[in-house]
Structures are given as structure tokens and as C-alpha cells.
């Protein structure tokens, strides 16, 4: 291994310009990996905080209701031609307890919490907006939606007659903390809250219907004592939500619906960029390859007379076989390292520049270990893959040949 190592280092001392070149490209190509893997990992990330920032990743909750087609009891002729399907009513889970431990036991599912959600009136003096009655377990519920971290105003208080409001909805009916809040159900049930705090989701529907109250509240005003409308779960990896709600709903015997089944767009989207993410990387590794090939190609006609001279001098064919392979190492190392540089320093110096009103970073870019690693290691494998044919070809060669003919 040292006298191939030897003559690898040398050659390429030799031919320093081809060298330097090679490395640039090499290393420009990780940089590129390492930027644009980082760059639309956080923008993947900004998209799923935005839109799950604000809903559960599981909703476990009765199935709806079906029509079922009237037969003649002595033949199987339907009696109906068409079946219209029943209007759906508000169906609460009378064992909120069973489902609820039995979606935490869910491998894969991190938290859940029982959930009473309906239709209401939100009303102040002569105003009336139409809104969510969302009644929660103040502890539990912070594992699906951490509403403590989105207050603007007042603080995180649930319960008795304690509620939170959106942002949107205090200003449209004039409200702050400290204020009192009726609330009518279309059944003219009725209540009157003391509003704690006020939140921002970040989304607009939330901040302008969202009334957050304590769950046995909601229980009363919807006339479900004792029942909820659905149990909300949050899971480990967001993309694995599908599969951990078809194992929630075989456990539970009751619908779970996924936040993929409810956002297709947004699965779509995601897909996309990170197929993009992959086909860039794809001819990024592709040319770095074909530049390390090229030019350990001429390499091999320009030391043809000198690889000739080892050959006949004893150097094996597997030593000469090792020279260029070795080449190509030296260089994927060497420029993984100065790319994986150059990539990072490419992403904090767009975190810093790319920032919002309040000087916080648009897309908050991270380079974990991980990414630059994996970079890395596709770096050296291509040019230990693109100095291959070189090698072979250089090992092939006749030193009688090359002697006489250069």
C-alpha cells in the first residue's frame, strides 16, 4: 500500500493545476449537496410546522354513519334503487378512556389526548361570529398543539371558566384578556367565559374560529357528558402517519385518519421537492464523477511511459491498480472536506441574510452531522468509482509498448 500511496501523491504533485481543478470540482459539488439538502430540508420542515402546527397528525373518531339498502325479505331484490346517504350528526366515543390508552399504546404514537369539538356562537353585545367549541385537557393537549408557546397575550390558563381565543377573533369582536366571552351552541345552550389569553397559529381559520376551553365545558354545552368527538395523537416521524393510523383504527375499531388523508396537497408537495432534492444530487454526483474519470484518464496517457517503466521494474499490476484508485480517494477526501466547509458556511451565511420583519431567519437552515456525513461518503465512493476504468486501464498496459512508443 505505502509505495502505490507514494506514487499516487506523487503524480499528483505532478499534474498540481489538473489536481487543484479536480478538487475545486469535487468540492463544489459536495457544497451543493450539502446547501440544497439543507436548504429543502427546511423548507419541508417550515411547510409541515405551518400546516401541522395547528392539527393533529392522527384524529381517532366514530366512523360516519351508511345507508344501508332495504332487500325484499324473501329475495335479495332491493326494495330501493337509491340509497342517499344519512346526514351526519355529532356521534361522541362514550369510552374516551379505553380508546384513548388504547391509541397511546400504539407503537410509534408519542401522545394523544381526548378532544370535545362543535359548532357555536361566540357572542359580544351585538356581535356574533360563528366559531369551534374545542374543549381539551390542558396537559395533555400541549403534546398535540403546544398552544403555551403561541400566546401573544395573557397566559396559558384552562379550565373552570377559563378559555383561550384566537388572535383573529379577539380583534373582530374586540376582546382582550380579562374579558367576557358567551358562547351559544345551535341547541341554545349556553355559557359565559373568562378569556385568559389570546394565541396565533399561523393560520387564519384557526385564529378566527378557535375557542379553547376546558373539556368537561365543552362536554356540558355540546350535551355530551362524559364522551368526546375524537381522540387527537401526534406520531414520531410525520411521513409515517398513515400506517401508525391504520394500526390505531385495527386497535380501536374506530376511524383514524391521518394528516396525509387530510392534506394531499401538502403530501404532494412534499414528494416533489424531495424527489427534485434527489435528482439534483443525482447529476451533481454524476459530473464530479465524470470530471475525476476524465482527468485521471489523462493522467494515464501522460504517465503512460512512467507506469511502463514501474511494470517493468517489478511494480505488480494490482500496485499500479491502486495508484489510480488511491488518486481518486485522495481527491474525494479532500474535497468532501473542503465542500462539506463550504456547504455549511453557504447555509448559515443564507440563514443570516434571509430573515423576517421581526429579524428572526425566514427558513431557520440546520447542517446536522448526519447530512454532512452522508455527503461525504457519496463524495468518496464516486471517486473511488470514477478513478476505477483509469486504474484498469493503466494496470493493462504493456510496459514493452509504452517504453518504445510513449
Known amino acids: 500500500m505505502m509505495p502505490a500511496l507514494t506514487i499516487a501523491l506523487r503524480f499528483l504533485k505532478e499534474g498540481r493545476q489538473q489536481t487543484a481543478l479536480i478538487v475545486i470540482g469535487a468540492a463544489v459539488g459536495v457544497a451543493v449537496m450539502v446547501f440544497l439538502s439543507a436548504l429543502i430540508d427546511a423548507v419541508q420542515r417550515d411547510l409541515i410546522d405551518k400546516t401541522l402546527g395547528t392539527q393533529a397528525h392522527i384524529v381517532v373518531k366514530q366512523r360516519d354513519e351508511v345507508a344501508r339498502p332495504l332487500y325484499e325479505p324473501r329475495s335479495a331484490e332491493r326494495l330501493l334503487r337509491a340509497i342517499q346517504q344519512p346526514p351526519q350528526r355529532l356521534r361522541p366515543i362514550l369510552n374516551a378512556k379505553t380508546v384513548l390508552e388504547q391509541t397511546r399504546s400504539t ?97 387564519k381559520d384557526a385564529n378566527e374560529r378557535w375557542v379553547v376551553l376546558a373539556l368537561a365545558v365543552a362536554q356540558n354545552l355540546l350535551d355530551i357528558p362524559g364522551g368526546v368527538t375524537e381522540v387527537d395523537a401526534v406520531v414520531a416521524n410525520v411521513f409515517d402517519a398513515r400506517e401508525v393510523a391504520a394500526k390505531v383504527s385495527r386497535r380501536t375499531g374506530l376511524s383514524a385518519e391521518s394528516w396525509m388523508d387530510r392534506n394531499a396537497q401538502l403530501l404532494v408537495a412534499l414528494s416533489s421537492q424531495d424527489s427534485s432534492s434527489k435528482t439534483i444530487q443525482f447529476f451533481v454526483v454524476l459530473a464530479v464523477a465524470l470530471g475525476i474519470a476524465s482527468v485521471l484518464f489523462v493522467s494515464v496517457v501522460q504517465k503512460s511511459r512512467e507506469i511502463g517503466i514501474l511494470k517493468a521494474f517489478g511494480t505488480s499490476t494490482r500496485t499500479v491498480l491502486r495508484v489510480f484508485l488511491l488518486q481518486g480517494l485522495i481527491v474525494g477526501v479532500v474535497g468532501s472536506l473542503l465542500g462539506c466547509a463550504l456547504g455549511a458556511g453557504l447555509s448559515l451565511l443564507f440563514r443570516g441574510a434571509v430573515v423576517g420583519p421581526d429579524g428572526r431567519p425566514t427558513l431557520p437552515i440546520e447542517v446536522p452531522a448526519e447530512l454532512l456525513l452522508g455527503a461525504s461518503v457519496v463524495a468518496i465512493a464516486s471517486s473511488v468509482l470514477a478513478g476505477y476504468l483509469p486504474a484498469r486501464r493503466a494496470a493493462r498496459l504493456d510496459p514493452a509498448v509504452v517504453i518504445r512508443y510513449g
Open 107 to 203: 407503537p410509534d404514537v408519542q401522545a394523544a389526548s381526548p378532544v370535545a369539538i362543535g359548532a357555536g356562537f361566540a357572542v359580544r353585545g351585538e356581535a356574533r361570529k360563528a366559531v369551534a367549541i374545542t374543549g381539551i385537557e390542558p396537559q395533555t393537549y400541549l403534546g398535540i398543539i403546544d398552544l403555551s408557546v403561541r400566546l401573544v397575550r395573557g397566559s396559558y390558563r384552562v379550565g373552570g371558566s377559563d378559555a383561550l381565543i384566537g388572535v383573529e377573533l379577539a380583534r373582530q369582536l374586540g376582546l382582550s384578556v380579562g374579558d367576557k366571552l358567551r358562547l351559544l351552541t345551535t341547541e341554545k345552550r349556553t355559557v359565559v367565559l373568562n378569556v385568559t389569553g389570546v394565541f396565533d397559529l399561523e393560520n
